[in-house]
């Protein structure tokens, strides 16, 4: 659908490679859910390219090491095993939901590796809600939660966590929330880290005569985050401090990398970054 309309064959037959990017999780079974589910997709639609992966967290990287005999590269050794196997075309795609910090240290690497060996074609994609303008991700991001949510009564709503960041990138959440509202969506985006919180959120349920809340991870996988911060049984948990505040509350433990539509949503950059490949601006530009 996406990769398909896109050409494998790179010039004088260069070996091609997309490296899948995350943070990472150390669950195992939400990380074959999302993560190596969104990887097997990217390799399905790019037959023509070696899908590789790397995890940004050496806390995740160090304990799967220890706890699962797992190896997984960091971005910058995954780019070199890449250069030294002789990979000339190569996409990096995040796994991103927003362009924050973690997003531009991953473009400082992509700039260094490319600054240090002078791969040419080496391209960034982008992270699932970056543009607003023609290719909306913030409008299709919209469509895709609207095929996870469950029928809501009129005393429902979804409550979704994001992570948030002091990164300006945080302006997305509060763009998602428009779209939300503009698509008269009983959904209630806030974030762990930054605003909207859950106090923001609270005010809108109150407002909205809310009797019961489905909480749902607006991350890519339900690693710690959601295990704890939203659903933990702690009072300081989410789903603790709404049940004290008198919320009937169910939770959704799926991260959104395990939906077909957001998926999807990676399929498009992918295939933007590929098309970039071909292009004289690649050795300069993000896709």
């Known amino acids: 659908m996406y990769g398909r309309t896109v050409s494998a064959k790179g010039a004088d037959g260069d070996k091609k490679a997309i490296l899948v990017v995350s943070f990472g999780t150390s669950y195992p079974a939400t990380r074959k859910l999302t993560i190596e589910a969104v990887e097997n997709k990217i390799r399905a639609e790019f037959p023509g390219f070696t899908v590789r992966r790397a995890f940004t967290s050496p806390t995740i990287i160090k304990k799967l090491r220890r706890q699962e005999n797992l190896c ?3 971005p910058r050794e995954a780019l070199e095993k890449l250069g030294n196997e002789g990979f000339q075309e190569v996409v990096v795609q995040p796994l991103h939901i927003i362009a924050g910090q973690e997003y531009d240290q991953l473009k400082n690497t992509v700039d260094g ?5 002078g791969l040419a074609k080496l391209v960034l994609g982008k992270p699932v809600l970056y543009s607003a303008g023609e290719a909306d991700d913030y409008g299709e991001a919209v469509k895709a939660l609207a095929e996870q949510l469950p029928p809501l009564s009129n005393d429902e709503a979804v409550v979704l966590m994001g992570h948030g960041t002091r990164h300006p990138a945080n302006i997305a959440y509060t763009i ?9 969506m009983r959904v209630y985006l806030g974030t762990v880290e930054a605003s909207p919180t859950l106090d923001d959120i609270k005010a809108r ?5 809310v ?7 607006f991350m890519l996988a339900a690693g710690a985050h959601v295990q704890n911060d939203l659903a933990g049984d702690g009072a300081d948990s989410w789903k603790g401090q709404l049940e004290k505040a008198g919320y ?3 939770v959704y433990m799926h991260g959104l990398g395990e939906n077909p539509a957001l998926q999807n949503i990676y399929l498009r950059h ?8 071909s292009g004289p601006e690649a050795a300069e530009t993000e896709a």
């Open 72 to 74: 997984i590269d960091t």
């Open 113 to 117: 590796y490319r600054a240090d060996h």
């Open 176 to 184: 998602l929330q428009q779209k939300l509202d503009e698509a008269g």
């Open 205 to 209: 349920l109150l407002s909205g005569n």
């Open 211 to 217: 009797k019961r809340v489905v909480l749902m991870p």
């Open 248 to 250: 009937e509350v169910s």
């Open 270 to 277: 992918v295939a933007a970054a590929v098309r970039q490949l």
